[in-house]
T-cell receptor, first 113, second 108 residues
């Protein structure tokens, strides 16, 4: 079974630029999560989708971050404009339904200069 | 938030059992305790979860106290590949809350 795929693996941008990350969850998984992991900290949930609907985006900085999952499969997370403090690893995870075991992708490492 | 408390770091000799403790005093009675680990530069990997009974799988054992306020993850025979950050997950509602975890170093 293929795992969660993410791209790109690494991205370097300058502040005020925009960036987008892509995630392809495990086939058949209805729930998709985006996490932000700052160096030295545990992952923090940004947004959770159930199929193509948002379940929880309470910790998503909506003035600059946006995410979509239009067809209930792939998802994109966008940052516009980026700030220095957005430097982090962005992790995507998926699960069959709700709070069962989450399976994580390798993450995208973002550096904002 | 359902706060979990873990020691920041631990060492374990290769081949010995690694016992990683976690306090989760605010976890609700019907919420599972999850353990994940994160090897450097990889995404978190699921290890095990339990509700109130002890659990064992091919990776580890999970011992949960009767009052559910704490648990211990046991890696029975630690190898160098078990060096990682181990997260004990507590949650409120439908969200996972990762703490800063325990950095386990397995020493040859």
């Amino acid at each position: 079974e293929a795992g969660v795929a993410q791209s790109p693996r690494y991205k370097i941008i300058e502040k005020r630029q925009s960036v987008a990350f892509w995630c392809n969850p495990i086939s058949g998984h209805a729930t998709l999560y985006w996490y932000q992991q700052i160096l030295g900290q545990g992952p923090k949930l940004l947004i959770q989708f159930q199929n193509n609907g948002v379940v929880d985006d309470s910790q998503l900085p909506k003035d600059r971050f946006s995410a979509e999952r239009l067809k209930g499969v792939d998802s994109t997370l966008k940052i516009q404009p980026a700030k220095l403090e957005d430097s982090a690893v962005y992790l995507c995870a998926s699960s069959l339904w709700g709070m069962e075991t989450q399976y994580f992708g390798p993450g995208t490492r973002l550096l904002v200069l | 938030d359902a706060k979990t408390t873990q020691p920041p770091s631990m060492d374990c000799a290769e081949g010995r059992a690694a016992n990683l403790p976690c306090n989760h005093s605010t976890i609700s009675g019907n919420e599972y305790v999850y353990w994940y680990r994160q090897i450097h530069s990889q995404g978190p990997q699921y290890i095990i979860h339990g509700l109130k009974n002890n659990e064992t799988n091919e990776m580890a054992s999970l011992i949960i106290t009767e009052d559910r306020k704490s648990s211990t993850l046991i890696l029975p025979h630690a190898t160098l590949r078990d060096t990682a950050v181990y997260y004990c997950i507590g949650y409120t509602g439908n969200q996972f809350y990762f703490g800063t975890g325990t950095s386990l170093t397995v020493i040859p």
